[in-house]
């Protein structure tokens, strides 16, 4: 079970976590208010396929979207996409909804946007592999733990991505 695999990554980790149950929402807003923190600090991860077989975890605010000509900018490649559902389910072991960097199937590089550090009390919710359940935890104890890269790789929602 998927989400067995990710709740078991998070406690291995050592991390301080709260996992949150609340079934499945309708937007980005009420999966916030449910789990108790702001939509800026709801956190996706997005499978990003740089090529075959290789992919990398990219960690987005809720408020923020992918900037891919940042995103192709940092990883120093002409073209990045997104894998199809089934894609991204072979890349991490997690359908979309549901994917995080814990106990993804491949540990994958992970890039967090530059907005989620900064600030040592910040707790961010992620996915924990089912849809309607999260993990709640420190921003900066959790980009350490993955040793993500940090840096500017989104702009706020609504904004043309390129």
Same mark, same amino acid.
């Given at each position: +079970?998927?989400?067995?695999?990710?709740?078991?990554?998070?406690?291995? *980790?050592?991390?301080?976590?709260?996992?949150?149950?609340?079934?499945?929402? &309708? *937007?980005?807003?009420?999966? /916030?208010? %449910?789990? &108790?923190?702001?939509?800026?600090?709801?956190?996706?991860?997005?499978?990003?396929?740089?090529?075959? @077989?290789?992919? !990398? !975890?990219?960690?987005? $605010?809720?408020?923020?979207?992918?900037?891919?000509?940042? !995103?192709?900018? %940092?990883?120093?490649?002409?073209?990045?996409? +997104? $894998? @199809?559902?089934?894609?991204?389910?072979?890349? #991490?072991?997690?359908?979309?909804? #549901?994917?995080? $960097?814990?106990? *993804? #199937?491949?540990?994958?590089?992970?890039?967090? @946007?530059?907005?989620?550090?900064?600030? $040592?009390?910040?707790?961010?919710? +992620?996915? /924990? &592999?089912?849809? &309607?359940?999260?993990?709640?935890?420190?921003?900066?104890?959790?980009?350490?733990?993955?040793?993500?890269?940090? =840096? @500017?790789?989104?702009?706020?929602?609504?904004?043309? =991505?390129?």
């Amino acid at each position: +079970m998927s989400e067995q695999r990710a709740l078991e990554a998070v406690a291995a *980790s050592g991390l301080a976590h709260e996992v949150t149950r609340h079934g499945r929402v &309708g *937007s980005l807003e009420e999966a /916030a208010a %449910l789990r &108790g923190v702001r939509p800026r600090d709801i956190v996706k991860t997005m499978v990003v396929r740089r090529g075959e @077989d290789d992919h !990398l !975890l990219v960690l987005v $605010p809720g408020d923020r979207q992918i900037s891919w000509p940042k !995103l192709r900018a %940092l990883l120093g490649v002409s073209r990045l996409s +997104m $894998p @199809d559902a089934e894609g991204a389910r072979a890349a #991490t072991g997690y359908e979309r909804g #549901t994917i995080t $960097p814990f106990g *993804s #199937t491949t540990a994958w590089p992970v890039v967090a @946007d530059a907005t989620l550090a900064g600030e $040592p009390d910040r707790v961010v919710s +992620m996915g /924990a &592999g089912a849809h &309607g359940v999260a993990v709640s935890v420190n921003a900066e104890a959790a980009l350490i733990h993955l040793r993500a890269q940090v =840096a @500017d790789v989104t702009e706020p929602v609504g904004r043309a =991505a390129g």
